[in-house]
């Protein structure tokens, strides 16, 4: 660690070394100095007082609904059984796409340069053939993300949702493709990412009404506690008037667990 | 006189704590992460071992650190965001991605730096998905207590309004060296500098937060304007 300048001024030393004194981190000889000099400087002494007077505002004391809140959401944690590790997940995120899928749109992506160069010279005629191209690709990503959510390995379905986050603007396919997995997918996993995708996707865009209907419409089709408490965080997040309704219903309702029932009514409690 | 200055951590750095406060964990904690139960004496316990087990997938271990840290977290929110329940969700969420990040913590390292990493990314991000848009109320960044008498108190919300007033990062690192009792050598790996460099932006942030203080005291700024 470098060496601190001094200061020569004894106001402006102080006021150097009161964070240090404050973390007790003062040598004992410059503490000394220290507090002499707050003894006989009324502007450092004020201003000693201002950061104690900082370091003791009260601190407010936690809601215990909190805590029910934390056992709430630990419990489910450990309820779903096939929870994906982190750094799979990411591996996945990572992974290539399966050779047939990239062969695909590699052939795509030559066959419309190929395409592009052999049409039309002018300028506003390249633009139209750029944006059908671009058309084209967008298709074929489409494509290849409903594919992969066919498939029989729940890993590279989960890559299917995850490839559907970079499509951008949410496609009527994709979506009920998703409400799809979100409603039938055996892997709580693929529930829980797909859910995630359809929040990100269509939350705040002109799908949002689908995407809301979609999530309510799949909230009785679920068996984890685990994707019903985090079906019960996007519903509070977009807070569609039906879902307090549904959640009225699934605080009281015994048929789920209670963890997700406490979820549930604490929803009910954060509505505004 | 001046007052003792702050003990490391404020008391509440990792270490030798109680491994369950009033309300807290129960046995559930005290369960061997396999095997058979054994009994571990509470004291014993550091938010290092603590977090290691969490991340070789023994989660409920992750309750006694809640019970140990959610309150300090829900403050740090609380000063910087002024808004209660954005920062009981905050809390909640720092938790979430503790078990979703779980195995990226490094047994040996310090929990309380990766735990506030992982603390300031979930306001980022939930900043960013608000626009920065969170209504910000004075009585959580600066609470008064109902003993306080009433110079006390008019103090308290000119603090608060001063805190309000101080840019995000200021406020920002200034809450955490002390409200929540980091030392400079953790605040500078939080924010990847060195810790001199923190001393200076918290020596810097304390001087302009005077300075919003007294103009707010003798009347220069109104109490309600907004920065």
């Not at chain 1, 809601?63 to 096939?82: C, N, V």
Request: proline residues 6%.
């Amino acid at each position: 660690m470098s060496k601190e300048v001094v200061p020569d001024n004894s106001c402006a030393r102080a006021e150097q070394w009161l964070p240090d004194y404050w973390q007790d981190e003062l040598r004992s000889g410059d503490r000394a100095w220290l507090e002499q000099h707050l003894q006989t400087c009324a502007e450092c002494a004020e201003l000693a007082a201002f950061w104690r007077e900082l370091g003791q505002l009260p601190e407010a004391e936690p809601d215990p609904r909190q805590r029910r809140r934390f056992d709430a959401m630990l419990t489910a944690y450990e309820a779903t059984p096939s929870r994906l590790a982190w750094t799979q997940a990411w591996r996945m995120w990572l992974r290539p796409l399966p050779l047939g899928l990239a062969l695909v749109l590699l052939l795509a992506g030559l066959g419309g340069g190929w395409w592009l160069h052999g049409l039309g010279h002018s300028a506003q005629g390249q633009a139209s053939e750029i944006a059908e191209l671009r058309e084209e690709v967008q298709d074929t990503r489409q494509l290849v993300v409903l594919s992969m959510l066919q498939q029989q390995s729940a890993n590279d379905r989960l890559a299917g949702v995850s490839y559907s986050n970079r499509l951008g603007p949410l496609d009527p396919q994709i979506m009920q493709a998703l409400l799809h997995s979100l409603q039938y997918d055996p892997s709580p996993d693929v529930r829980l990412a797909a859910l995630d995708a359809l929040q990100h996707a269509g939350g705040g865009g002109e799908a949002a009404p689908a995407v809301t209907r979609g999530l309510l419409e799949a909230f009785p089709y679920q068996n984890s506690p685990l994707v019903q408490v985090a079906l019960v965080d996007s519903l509070l997040e977009l807070r569609p008037p039906a879902a307090r309704a549904l959640l009225q219903k699934v605080s009281t309702d015994h048929a789920y667990s209670p963890e997700v029932r406490q979820r549930a009514e604490w929803g009910l409690t954060h509505w505004q | 006189m001046l007052g003792a200055p702050l003990q490391a951590g404020n008391g509440k750095t990792e270490g030798l704590l109680p491994l369950c406060l009033p309300g807290g964990c129960g046995s559930r904690s005290r369960r061997a992460a396999h095997g058979p139960q054994v009994i571990i004496q509470p004291e014993s316990i550091t938010d290092d071992v603590l977090m290691s087990r969490v991340r070789d997938g023994d989660v409920q271990a992750l309750a006694p650190l809640f019970d140990r840290h959610h309150a300090a977290l829900l403050n740090f929110y609380l000063r910087t965001t002024g808004n209660r329940a954005s920062s009981e969700d905050l809390v909640q969420d720092v938790f979430v991605r503790i078990l979703k990040y779980r195995r990226t913590y490094r047994p040996g390292s310090r929990f309380l730096t990766w735990m506030y990493h992982i603390a300031r990314h979930a306001r980022v991000d939930y900043l960013r998905k608000r626009h920065g848009e969170i209504e910000w109320d004075d009585a959580y960044a600066a609470p008064v207590l109902p003993s306080d008498p009433a110079e006390s108190a008019q103090h308290r919300l000119w603090l608060a309004l001063a805190l309000r007033r101080l840019p995000d990062d200021k406020r920002e690192v200034l809450v955490l060296s002390r409200f929540q009792g980091l030392r400079y050598e953790a605040i500078a790996q939080l924010l990847n500098c060195e810790p001199g460099a923190v001393k200076v932006r918290v020596h810097r942030a304390m001087r302009e937060l005077r300075e919003y203080f007294h103009q707010i005291a003798k009347g220069q700024i109104a109490n309600e304007e907004k920065p």
